[in-house]
């Protein structure tokens, strides 16, 4: 695809599954006036989904800090990958849990029941600043005992304004290790949150012309291959511009997701 016809690509798309960490903001700082180019692309009648894999921040937290950055947003309007980790899980079973907020809150909406002692029918682990050895040693008991550990995303890191952090990814690893049981990861690109962008937008079921901006070609990168829709590298995340990338398509590579916007040709689709 040549540059002209990327962009021609990319601004027909109806639905825009935007990533949140590295794209809109680093730890909450926003990477430019994000508000505006989100309420330009509502005016060009365009329908967004933010799709995070930080599991941590509650609903109410990653509304609260879309507000702080300029821009509305409902329930509605995000999936993370604690809600896709839940979604792996029924009402009633009995999960140990070495995660934050915002994954315990999925699992208590799903009617799971989060215990620190066996029986267990399942492990979850997702991104957290809090955990020691005793944590990581009664997850793994609990992922060795049920023979089921879910990750809610496996991403090795996380980036923040002053460089990158471990990700859930290395937590989910020391408890795959001690337990010797293979995770099953429910975040960008895998299962759980396909299917849950395949219901929220009618992609699957229906012809839904989509595009994917995310910095991770990993899971960004990835997700939207299984999608089978464009993906858009921005380079104000993990991944820097210097870095190559050929492990997965890109059909536009840009500085930030600010700049893709101002850079949409204004075309005779009626946008
Ligand atoms: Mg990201």
Redesign the pocket.
């Known amino acids: 695809m040549n540059k002209d016809s990327a962009w021609t690509a990319v601004a027909a798309a109806e639905w825009w599954i935007i ?5 809109v903001w680093l730890s909450g700082t926003a990477i430019g006036d994000v508000g505006t180019a989100v309420e330009t692309l509502r005016q060009q009648d365009r329908r967004l989904l933010f799709v ?2 930080n599991s941590a921040p509650t609903t109410a937290v990653l509304l609260q800090r879309l507000a702080d950055v300029g821009i509305k947003a409902t329930p509605e309007d995000l999936v993370t990958s604690a809600e896709a980790a839940a979604s792996l899980l029924t009402a009633g079973e009995r999960v140990n849990v070495l995660a934050e907020d915002g994954v315990a809150e999925a699992l208590s909406a799903r009617g799971v029941v989060m215990v620190e002692e066996p029986p267990y029918d399942a492990a979850v682990v997702g991104w957290t600043h809090h955990f020691d050895f005793d944590s990581v040693s009664r997850a793994a008991d609990a992922a060795r005992s049920s023979g089921r550990l879910i990750g809610t995303n496996e ?1 090795p890191t996380h ?1 923040t304004p002053t460089g990158l952090t471990a990700g859930s990814g290395a937590i989910l690893a020391a408890v795959a290790t001690a337990s010797g049981v293979a995770p099953t990861v429910a975040g960008k690109p895998h299962d759980a949150t396909v299917e849950l962008i395949e219901a929220r937008t009618g992609h699957g079921s229906r012809s839904v012309s989509m595009v994917l901006v ?3 070609p990993g ?2 990168g990835k997700l939207a291959e299984r999608l089978s829709v464009p993906f858009v590298l921005v380079d104000s ?2 991944t820097s511009p210097d870095t190559a990338v050929d492990h997965v398509p890109v059909c536009l590579r840009v500085p930030t997701f600010v700049a893709l916007v101002a850079g949409l040709p204004s075309g005779d689709d009626g946008r």
């Open positions: 990533d949140l960490d590295g794209v995070t894999n991403d980036p995310g910095d991770q899971t960004d995340g993990v």
